[in-house]
C-alpha cells in the first residue's frame, strides 16, 4: 500500500501561506484542511493505523481526498488568479494549478489501485454467494 508523501503537505502549507499574504485571504481555508488532512494520513500510515483499523479501506479515503482536492484546487486557483491582482494571490494561485496536477496524478494512480483491488475482490463469488444464486435461479424455473 502507497503511502502519502511530504509534497502534498508542502504544497498545502506554501499555498495557505501565500493566501494569508495576498488579499485573497478568504481562499485560506481549503489549503490549511487540505494541510491537516494530508497531515493526518500521513501520521496515520507512519504509525500503522491502517493495519489496526481493517474496517476503513484507506486507499479510498486516500482517493476521495484526490478527487476533492484536486477540484477545490483548481476552483479556488481560477478565482484567485481571475479575480485578485496582487502577487502573492497570483502566486497562490500558480501553485493551486500545481498542487491540482499533483492531485489529479495521485487521483490516476490510486484510482488504478482501486480498479485492481475491485477486480480482485470480485473475479471469484464466495461459496454462499454461487449456492443463493443458484437456488433463486431454480425457483424462478419452476414457476
Not at 476552483?75 to 496536477?101: E, L, P, Q
Amino acid at each position: 500500500m502507497r503511502k502519502p508523501g511530504a509534497l502534498y503537505q508542502v504544497l498545502s502549507f506554501i499555498i495557505f501561506i501565500c493566501y494569508i499574504a495576498s488579499s485573497a485571504a478568504s481562499f485560506m481555508m481549503a489549503p490549511l484542511l487540505e494541510f491537516l488532512l494530508a497531515l493526518f494520513l500521513f501520521f496515520a500510515y507512519a504509525s500503522k493505523l491502517n493495519e489496526k483499523f481493517k474496517g476503513l479501506y484507506w486507499p479510498l479515503s486516500d482517493f476521495l481526498r484526490c478527487v476533492t482536492a484536486a477540484i477545490i484546487y483548481f476552483a479556488i486557483s481560477i478565482a484567485a488568479v481571475s479575480k485578485y491582482s496582487d502577487g502573492a494571490s497570483k502566486a497562490a494561485g500558480v501553485f493551486g494549478f500545481i498542487a491540482t496536477i499533483v492531485y489529479a496524478i495521485d487521483f490516476y494512480v490510486t484510482f488504478n489501485d482501486l480498479v485492481t483491488f475491485l477486480k480482485q475482490g470480485t473475479s471469484s463469488p464466495p461459496e454462499g454467494r454461487k449456492s443463493d444464486v443458484s437456488d433463486e435461479d431454480s425457483d424462478s424455473n419452476s414457476d
